[in-house]
């Protein structure tokens, strides 16, 4: 898990007040898990077209939007523990590269980012809702695979 449960509910009331279940979060732990790899892939690729051994900061490919939803992640006030991040992406492929210790300390915040625009792409997906099902993570996955 990236986070502790207590960590996960806590997000999605305060980014968009909704309630999740064990069950949403295991399936959210593992969809984060493969975006933060995922941009940690793209930051690779940056890094190594540059010429460059080391996979630095400015490397992620972090949109504005993302920026300014781990401005808001950073303003909730809930520190995540960069850990449980390290030890769900030792599950996946390593990366060619290192990863700058910049980067290290940004991983718990970009996975706090990523809960708090998950649980917002959520509501916007489907204003009313208050717990979310399967069909609505289902839809919020597909619309994440098609950005990040």
């Given at each position: 898990m990236l986070m502790k449960i207590a960590e996960f509910e806590r997000l999605f009331r305060l980014a968009a007040g909704l309630d999740v279940d064990k069950d949403d979060l295991k399936r959210l732990s593992d969809f984060l898990r493969d975006k933060i790899h995922d941009l940690l892939v793209a930051a690779e690729r940056n890094a190594k077209y540059n010429g460059r051994d080391l996979v630095l900061e400015p490397d992620l490919p972090l949109t504005k939007g993302l920026q300014e939803t781990l401005?808001?992640?950073?303003?909730?006030?809930?520190?995540?523990?960069?850990?449980?991040?390290?030890?769900?992406?030792?599950?996946?492929?390593?990366?060619?590269?290192?990863?700058?210790?910049?980067?290290r300390r940004l991983l718990p915040d970009l996975a706090g980012a990523l809960v708090v625009a998950y649980a917002r792409v959520l509501k916007e997906l489907e204003p009313g809702l208050k717990n979310p099902q399967a069909e609505h993570h289902q839809r919020a996955e597909r619309v994440f695979n098609l950005l990040l």
């Amino acid at each position: 898990m990236l986070m502790k449960i207590a960590e996960f509910e806590r997000l999605f009331r305060l980014a968009a007040g909704l309630d999740v279940d064990k069950d949403d979060l295991k399936r959210l732990s593992d969809f984060l898990r493969d975006k933060i790899h995922d941009l940690l892939v793209a930051a690779e690729r940056n890094a190594k077209y540059n010429g460059r051994d080391l996979v630095l900061e400015p490397d992620l490919p972090l949109t504005k939007g993302l920026q300014e939803t781990l401005r808001a992640f950073r303003e909730m006030d809930v520190a995540l523990e960069l850990k449980p991040v390290l030890d769900a992406l030792a599950s996946l492929p390593p990366l060619d590269l290192e990863v700058s210790e910049d980067v290290r300390r940004l991983l718990p915040d970009l996975a706090g980012a990523l809960v708090v625009a998950y649980a917002r792409v959520l509501k916007e997906l489907e204003p009313g809702l208050k717990n979310p099902q399967a069909e609505h993570h289902q839809r919020a996955e597909r619309v994440f695979n098609l950005l990040l």
